[in-house]
């Protein structure tokens, strides 16, 4: 279990470690990117496993192709809006990508999960096709660049942000203003976590 660190202290972590730098990663590069093979009927509602769509509303089905870790990215419609983090068996509408990690040891899916969530819909926007449909192909997740630093930062970037997340996905706590207000709270704090240039720019400015 790693030792939790607020804001400053992650900004702390990453000045000393990263003193060059972060370097980023095509995600190509570190993560395997294939797409489902359902089509939506394949949905039933009485089924044991998750199938994921391109809708935000996660439906099941009877069988599952897929099992591990995963993110799940809608290739059309909601993109840059929908990300799922998954774990176990699984099965996927045909314009879902499925992204897996190559190898272990330098990044972890979970970090991937909130630097796509904190840039991806920004990063593709320039890049999506289509009109009453908008698409991606698979070239766009394979160049999307990915600032990888230590694995000691990221670990300590998942733990802070990750108490966010299950506060702002948790509707059975606080009144709709009070979510609203926790969502913009975890957005900027991803936002700060996640710039990794500005950080370099504030501590050579301390310096």
Request: aromatic share 10%; charged share 25%; proline share 4%.
């Amino acid at each position: 279990m790693i030792e939790f660190l607020g804001k400053k202290g992650i900004r702390a972590l990453t000045a000393e470690l990263c003193h060059d730098g972060v370097e980023r990663k095509e995600l190509g590069g570190i993560t395997s990117i294939i797409t489902g093979t359902r089509d939506a009927s394949y949905a039933s509602e009485s089924g044991d496993y998750p199938f994921y769509t391109c809708s935000p509303i996660i439906k099941r089905s009877k069988g599952a192709t897929y099992s591990g870790e995963a993110l799940l990215v809608p290739g059309n419609g909601n993109i840059g809006i929908v990300l799922h983090h998954k774990s176990g068996a699984f099965d996927a509408y045909q314009r879902v990508y499925i992204l897996q990690l190559v190898k272990e040891g330098s990044t972890t899916l979970r970090y991937l999960y909130h630097i796509m969530k904190s840039s991806w819909a920004q990063s593709v926007k320039r890049d999506i096709q289509g009109g009453a449909m908008p698409y991606i192909k698979l070239a766009h997740l394979q160049d999307y660049l990915v600032p990888v630093p230590p694995l000691a930062v990221q670990e300590a970037i998942i733990s802070y942000l990750d108490q966010f997340d299950t506060l702002v996905n948790d509707m059975n706590v606080g009144i709709p203003a009070e979510i609203a207000a926790r969502r913009k709270q975890y957005e900027y704090y991803r936002e700060q976590l996640l710039s990794f240039d500005q950080k370099a720019e504030e501590a050579e400015a301390d310096e």
